[in-house]
């Protein structure tokens, strides 16, 4: 792991945030045609992407105030489960960074040991042994995922999108593969595509390969695609740490 200083590390933030505030989308491409043409076919471009942009946070309200309704019985049968199962809080926060590198705080359930991070932030491995006993069934089956709906409906993440990722790591991640501060342009989701092609599971070189095809190929039929995708990943448990 790449250790930096603060003060490296607010630099950082201040270049991935210009950086995604100002980089390709995805859908503008470079082209010979016409001035006159690229402007027509820029904003037809941009048109489609508002649209696409409306209909998704259309979605995100009601399949997160759906998702409340029924997540929230489960949530709370859980974390009872997690404080039977080991001692500490049940519920905790962690910063993560959103579209544009903008920082909020992200809802889970309690799946590892309290002290998990007493020696600093680090990506969690292959049968880690900080995961508790109920942990490792909720991170299976992601309902440890669940309070996230709650960031949804406050509009810091979408049901789908690139999965959002901690400062340090995003820091380091791009400084060993350029580009990685990309998955910036959009809001980060609750599952997305790199996580129905193999979650916990992938390189972060891979997570930047799946989360950039979507980024430049998102719209309606590929969300629902990963949605249904996603189905088939908690019921098996593929890619869970």
């Known amino acids: 792991m790449i250790i930096m200083d603060n003060t490296r ?14 980089g390709n989308m995805g859908y503008m491409k470079k082209s010979n045609t016409e001035p006159g043409a690229i402007m027509e076919f820029a904003k037809t471009s941009l048109g489609k992407m508002q649209r696409y942009e409306v209909m998704k946070r259309g979605l995100d309200l009601i399949g997160s105030t759906v998702g409340l309704v029924i997540g929230t019985p489960i949530v709370l049968v859980f974390c009872i489960l997690v404080k039977m199962d080991s001692p500490g809080k049940v519920l905790y926060s962690q910063e993560r960074l959103g579209r544009y590198g903008k920082k909020f705080l992200i809802y889970k359930i309690r799946s590892m040991r309290e002290d998990a991070e007493k020696d600093g932030a680090k990506w969690a491995e292959e049968h880690d042994d900080r995961v508790t006993k ?11 995922e669940l309070p996230q709906i709650i960031n949804i409906l406050k509009g810091e993440m979408s049901i789908v999108g690139p999965r959002p990722e901690r400062e340090v790591f995003t820091i380091q991640f791009e400084q060993e593969h350029p580009g990685f501060v990309d998955r ?10 790199a996580q129905v092609n193999g979650g916990y599971d992938i390189t972060p070189k891979e997570k930047l390969y799946y989360d950039k095809f ?3 190929n998102r719209s309606l039929a590929l969300d629902f ?17």
């Open 225 to 241: 695609k990963i949605l249904f995708k996603t189905v088939g990943v908690i019921i098996s448990g593929d890619g869970a740490r």
């Open 214 to 216: 979507y980024i430049e």
């Open 184 to 193: 910036l342009h959009v809001k980060p989701g609750l599952t997305g595509w």
């Open 9 to 22: 590390n607010m630099a950082g933030v201040e270049d991935m945030r210009n950086m995604a505030g100002t």
């Open 134 to 144: 109920i942990g490792k069934f909720i991170r299976n089956t992601r309902i440890d």
